[in-house]
């Protein structure tokens, strides 16, 4: 009051608060923006307290598919990693499947604590989302609403006794609840789950059901046999011709023949024409630099690298980065393949890779 008095304000404490009370009100009610995500990106996850059961706490887990909104739920009477890993096997196999990403809150049995930054994870759950293929993501300190299609479930299904203890019926009746919460949704959702493809059976179907042209898909695939790489189908032959100049050339292991021009066409998540032979196993080449950012990426996300702007020598021990030149190369120059690195790998040194055709390999 006496700072604004000193501005010339002449009323009382009640105006003052009274002037206020609409903008108080305002200030109550926090806007969030709606965030949806496509089939199979994301799930979330959560724990639920639905009272004790016969003197023991009784939760409930659930995952939730955040594009289809289907969901599982299973009661335990505990919380451990060991029951958190052994209901998501059971979710994964209800879905018939696992999402990309896997969003809950920051419970023990996920999270371990965070160094600013750098996000500290359980090992077992680690090991777990490795194994599965899902990369676990969790909300932000005391957001819940980032997690809004789990959190709603809960609010629904969760018991409402003041002493959250309860009897036997009260314990069917949070059941109950949650089966026609579960029921309830599942038909009224607007979007219906989505077709997603089991592992190497994936179903076909006819180009016009598809809605595309039979015609134009002969034409490209006719257009595509037509424009086969020109290079040989040998490709020891082909390695000689087109690295034959290069010191050090030779290769380290032995080439297998390439086959023959090969695609397929998928549409909706259903095979509506293929040509060639699509489960042959065939060499591939410059594939290493996409690999290799994508496992420093999951590394950065796991806070495994610090700082892209760290040596790369306080990570990879031995002489690879060691010298005086390389001692400063960091995550982000390899990224950038600005590196300039300089060494020999499987006897063969950096500078034998493309040589300018000007200079003589003696130099």
């Avoid at 305002?26 to 004790?52: C, I, K, L, Y």
């Avoid at 090969?262 to 998540?269: A, D, E, L, Q, S």
């Amino acid at each position: 009051m006496d700072e604004i008095r000193g501005r010339g304000y002449a009323g009382g404490y009640s105006q003052l608060k009274l002037a206020v009370a609409r903008w108080r009100e305002e200030e109550r009610e926090r806007a969030f923006v709606r965030f949806e995500t496509g089939p199979g990106e994301q799930s979330q996850m959560d724990w639920g307290h639905f009272g004790n059961w016969d003197g023991r706490r009784l939760y409930g887990f659930a995952l939730t598919m955040c594009y289809s909104r289907m969901r599982y739920v299973e009661f335990t009477q505990r919380q451990d990693i060991h029951h958190l890993l052994s209901a998501m096997v059971h979710a994964f196999r209800y879905f018939g499947g696992v999402t990309e990403c896997i969003l809950t809150d920051r419970m023990k049995t996920v999270l371990l604590d965070q160094n600013g930054g750098e996000l500290h994870f359980h090992k077992k759950f680690l090991d777990f989302a490795a194994y599965y293929g899902f990369v676990p993501r969790v909300c932000r300190p005391y957001q819940p609403e980032t997690k809004g299609k789990i959190e709603f479930d809960h609010r629904l299904c969760a018991p409402r006794s003041p002493e959250r203890a309860f009897a036997l019926h009260d314990i069917l009746t949070a059941m109950l609840r949650t089966l026609i919460l579960l029921a309830c949704l599942q038909s009224l959702s607007a979007q219906p789950a989505a077709y997603f493809p089991a592992r190497n059976d994936w179903q076909r179907s006819d180009p016009a059901a598809a809605g595309m042209d039979q015609a134009k898909i002969d034409e490209a695939i006719a257009w595509h046999r037509a424009h086969e790489n020109k290079n040989p189908r040998d490709l020891r032959r082909s390695h000689d011709l087109s690295f034959a100049r290069e010191a050090y050339g030779d290769p380290l292991g032995p080439f297998q023949p390439r086959g023959e021009p090969t695609g397929v066409i998928v549409r909706h998540g259903h095979i509506v024409a293929e040509w060639g032979e699509p489960l042959r196993a065939d060499m591939t080449f410059s594939v290493t630099k996409s690999f290799l950012s994508s496992v420093v990426g999951l590394a950065y996300d796991h806070g495994l690298i610090r700082d892209l702007n760290d040596p790369v020598k306080d990570y990879v021990p031995g002489e690879y980065f060691a010298s005086d030149h390389n001692s400063r190369i960091t995550w982000d120059h390899l990224l950038r393949q600005t590196s300039d690195w300089e060494g020999t790998l499987w006897g063969k040194p950096d500078w034998a890779d493309r040589p300018p055709k000007d200079i003589p390999f003696e130099q």
